[in-house]
Nanobody
Framework: QVQLVESGGGLVQAGGSLRLSCVASGRTFSIYALGWFRQAPGKEREFVAAITRSGGNTYYSDSVKGRFTISRDNAKNTVYLQMNSLKPEDTAVYYC??????????????????WGQGTQVTVSS
């Protein structure tokens, strides 16, 4: 069993920055790939970013590429999402998710086995 707890969400003006954190417990964190997803009201959950177990490979959706950075600290069982140049359309609940494998397997949420409870990010214009 894995528990994922996100933090760092909040209200920020457009152009601002936030850093989300997700702490994992319950399994060997360092051997699994991790991802961030988001869900805006009335919309489906969408892929944001992913990172392989070593952190050597990262992947981003086109909508956040160049503005967001995913990273991980395996010693702290934590994955981060640094979000810069935020836009109102980035407003959503952000979720971290743990893949049951070490590799990036695509953007589908069904490939991830464990999810956090989410943290709200609101970007005002």
């Amino acid at each position: 069993q894995v528990q994922l707890v996100e933090s760092g969400g909040g209200l920020v003006q457009a152009g601002g920055s936030l850093r989300l954190s997700c702490v994992a417990s319950g399994r060997t964190f360092s051997i699994y790939a991790l991802g961030w997803f988001r869900q805006a009201p009335g919309k489906e959950r969408e892929f944001v970013a992913a990172i392989t177990r070593s952190g050597g490979n990262t992947y981003y959706s086109d909508s956040v590429k160049g503005r967001f950075t995913i990273s991980r600290d395996n010693a702290k069982n934590t994955v981060y999402l640094q979000m810069n140049s935020l836009k109102p359309e980035d407003t959503a609940v952000y979720y971290c998710a743990l893949d049951g494998t070490p590799w990036y397997r695509g953007t589908e949420s069904g490939r991830y086995n464990y999810w956090g409870q989410g943290t709200q990010v609101t970007v005002s214009s």
